[in-house]
Structures are given as C-alpha cells and as structure tokens.
C-alpha cells in the first residue's frame, strides 16, 4: 500500500491493490453518504453486483449495501430487495462485515447514520471518493480523485478487474446500469463541466454492454410529482439577484416543501434552472431544515466552468462543507436570512 502524509485527505493506494484486497475476503459491507443521489446508489449498486459475481462462496447476502436518509423512489425500480439495507448502526453490527467500501464520500459528517459503527476500524475500511474534502482517518486505503467526474467511474474499473473483462462494455449489463445511472447523474447527464474524453468513452463502453439510455433518463429524470413543479415554479418566481446579476439565490422554506407534499430530498437540482441567465455565475439553494437544537440550513452551490470560473468548494468550506469547484454544499446552523447574508458577502469576495 502507498503512503500518503500524515492527515490529509488524499489517496494512500491504488484501485489495482484495493482490488486485491478485496478479493479474498468473506463478508463486505458497501456503503454512501446519507440521503445517496444517483452516483452513490450507482457507485455503490454496482460493486454490489461485481463483488457478488466474484465470490460467489459468500452467498447472495454476502455482499450487501446499506442506505441512509431519503431514498429516491427510482431506486426500487434498478435494485432488488437483498442488495441493500437501511442503514444503521444496529444493522451493520449484525451483518458483521470483513471488509467496508465507502463510495463517493470519505467524511464523517456525511456518514453520521453509520459513524459510530465505523469508529476504530479504519483497518477494514477502503474508500473509493472523487471529492475534495474529507476525512482521512475514516479509512487506511483511499482512492481518491478530484479529476473523476463521478464515484463511478474507479467503480467501473473496480468491476472490470472483478469481473475480469477487458473493458466496461463487456460488463454483464446489470453491473452496467447503475454504473451509466451514476455517470449520467453526476454529470447531468452530459451537460456540466465535468464531462471529458474519459466520461463519453466510459458511457460509450457501457452503452455498448447493454445500457437502455431512454429508459434510465425517463427512470431518473422524469418521474417528478406534480408538487415539485408547482414548487420549483414558486421557489423560481422569488428568485434573486446579487453582485450585479452574477448570483443567484433560491430560497426553500420547509413549510413550502411540506404545503406541496414533498420531502426534503425531492428538491435537488433547483439551482440548475438558474444557471442559464447569462449574467449569472454562480447558483445558491437555500433550504430550511429542521433542527433539534435551532434553525439550520442546507446549501446547494455551482458556477459555470468556463474561464474564470468561481471555485465554490471553497465557498462551501467556509460553512463547513465542500465537494467540488464547480459543485459542492453545506449543512451549517443558522436560519436562511443570516446564512443568505453571510454567502452574498463570501461569494461577493469570490467574484471581485
């Protein structure tokens, strides 16, 4: 295993030796951040069914994924119902894992469902992670790399070496699909500015193993009640400005999302709609969230990738979040006109 120093969150092995480490083990416990979208329950769906077909002597529920928090309703119609459990410290005991895969995060604080299960067994744990920010003593072996687009794709090379085959397009199209839905929505579906050469090869290998694009884009993208149109119309028409048109703020406030009978979860990729005003650069959702302890808010940041664009990872880190330059979030405490206050002022620094 490489070495990595002391305390920072990047990578301490390879996908080559995370694959043989994995390989000879019994049991595998393969879990997400809470509330996973579509790269996590892709990522994850996926090195579910390639660690299956590679140790078949575990039996079916040897290889198991465990979710937390709000579950897209679309994840019943690409799982079956011994791939994953609902996941809790409680469940994790019991199933009693060997070995621990994390995807697409490698922070505690998006693992707060698990996290005292995982405390003091960072010798167990591999984390496979595209994101900027984490937490290195989750795990002893991390692959980590900002330049992949999504968690999927060191998935995908972790199940071509697991199912043995040349390349993703000679995948067994089960493993293919969830691998594509995560692709597709990381990147949205082909739209942001982490789309590269290396993103359509990998869609193309796994459109050629099988991957019913129609049918995935209909299962993911457009499957909305009617609730989330209406408020998405609402949310958009109190829309405003900042820093001469260049930001945009949306405001969610949880009696909205409760009046449309929505969940919390059912209101991802609002910012996007506002991305496409040309003055704008940089996109804010601000969600109110009820806390135990008093007002806190979520936030859902992005900015085009063209030249010069605003890194809102470092933005986010100021509210103690992160992700990526082009898209990252916050949970931080405060009610939304404080917080709406304190991030007008920070990216107003950002753009100058």
């Known amino acids: 295993m490489t070495t990595a120093p002391h305390g920072t969150y990047t990578s301490s092995t390879t ?3 995370a694959f043989e480490w994995l390989e000879p083990t019994g049991r595998i416990a393969v879990l997400t951040h809470t509330k996973p979208d579509g790269d996590a329950i892709g990522s994850t769906l996926s090195l579910v069914r390639a660690l299956r077909s590679r140790q078949p002597h575990t039996g079916r529920d040897g290889v198991v994924a465990f979710y937390g928090g709000y579950l897209p309703d679309w994840l019943a119609s690409i799982s079956q119902g011994d791939e994953w459990r609902h996941a809790s410290v409680e469940a994790l005991e019991s199933f009693d894992p060997q070995r621990i895969v994390i995807a697409d995060t490698g922070a505690w604080k998006q693992l707060e469902d698990v996290g005292p299960f995982l405390r003091g067994k960072a010798d167990r744990v591999l984390v496979v992670d ?8 989750i795990a002893d072996r991390r692959v980590i790399d900002a330049g992949w687009a ?3 794709m060191p998935a995908a090379e972790l199940a071509v070496a697991l199912c043995g085959v040349s390349d993703a397009g000679a995948l067994p199209r089960e493993i293919a699909a ?3 839905v995560g692709l597709a ?3 949205g579906f082909f739209r942001h500015s982490n789309v590269s050469s290396a993103v359509m090869r990998l869609a193309s290998e796994l459109l050629r193993a099988g991957v019913d694009h129609v049918n995935l884009f209909e299962m993911i993208e457009q499957r909305d009640p009617a609730g989330r149109i209406r408020l998405l119309g609402k949310v958009l028409s ?10 945009a703020v949306l405001t969610i406030r949880l009696a909205d999302v409760h009046a449309h009978g929505l969940k919390s979860g059912q209101t991802s990729g609002f910012g996007d709609h506002v991305m496409t005003i040309g003055s704008v650069r940089v996109s804010a959702v601000l969600t109110e969230v009820g806390g135990r302890e008093g007002p806190v808010t979520k936030m859902s940041l992005r900015s085009k990738g063209s030249r010069g664009a605003v890194d809102v990872n470092r933005i986010a880190r100021e509210f103690h979040g992160g992700g990526h330059a082009q898209a990252a979030g916050a949970r931080t405490d ?3 006109e404080s917080i709406k206050r304190r991030l007008v002022d920070t990216v107003a620094r950002a753009l100058d």
């Open 334 to 336: 405060g009610d939304l």
């Open 130 to 137: 595209h994101h900027l920010d984490g937490d290195p003593d």
């Open 178 to 180: 969830p691998l594509y």
């Open 238 to 247: 109190e829309m405003e400005l900042f820093c001469d048109d260049r930001l």
């Open 15 to 17: 996908l080559r030796e």
């Open 150 to 152: 999504a968690a999927s």
């Open 185 to 187: 929505a990381d990147t």
